[in-house]
């Protein structure tokens, strides 16, 4: 279960206060160009923790032929992406502890999710992470590699730290510390791919 003090009530209550830094109000140019040469058809794709789900709209509007499961904490956000995405019946949105899905999926897209969660849970992140892949899924997306002087969230970290745990979960992945980051995080984070196989 995740930390209390980052429960549905604190969250809902951010995206209703409009109190959300990290949204940057379009997708991430990194992921788009990640999901254009990663989605086939009838590809099962997992976003959680989607805030306001840019890149869920990019692959409604620019591909065909998947499943999207969208997950959220806010139930108000969540409200307003049923509405969004009610003609879309591949879409399906959820008001969840992402600690609590269930199912397998092919790709899973991280972005501002794991920076999001208090870092004391970032092995359960890990652990659930990989419940939920399908054999040969990837889960993919962007972590601050970079340490912030204020308290969290948004939590920072670093690649070794990032690279020490998957270790423990993964022995596939990948790492970018130069991907196409948008101008103010450019050099501030790095791009991961993590690939399901057996240890």
Known sequence: M??????????NSRYIEENTPWDIGYPSP????????????GCKILIPGAGKA????????????????????????????????????NVEVICLDFFELEGKYDLILEQTF??????????????????????????AGLLFNVEFE??????????VEYVNAFNQY???????????????RSGNEIFFEISLTEK
């Open 2 to 11: 995740a930390n209390q003090n980052l429960d549905s009530t604190y969250w």
């Open 30 to 41: 990194a992921l788009v160009s990640y999901l254009k040469s990663q989605v086939k058809p």
């Open 54 to 89: 840019y890149e869920a709209t990019w692959l409604i509007e620019t591909m065909d032929h998947f499943e999207l499961t969208i997950v959220d904490l806010s139930i108000d956000l969540v409200d307003k992406l049923k509405v969004k995405f009610q003609n879309f019946a």
């Open 114 to 139: 794991f920076c999001a969660i208090d870092p004391s849970l970032r092995n359960q992140y890990l652990a659930k992470m990989k419940s939920l892949l399908s054999p040969g899924g990837k889960l």
């Open 150 to 159: 204020k308290a969290g969230p948004p939590f920072g970290g670093s690649s």
């Open 170 to 184: 993964f022995s596939e992945y990948f790492i970018d510390y130069f991907p196409n980051s948008i101008p103010q």
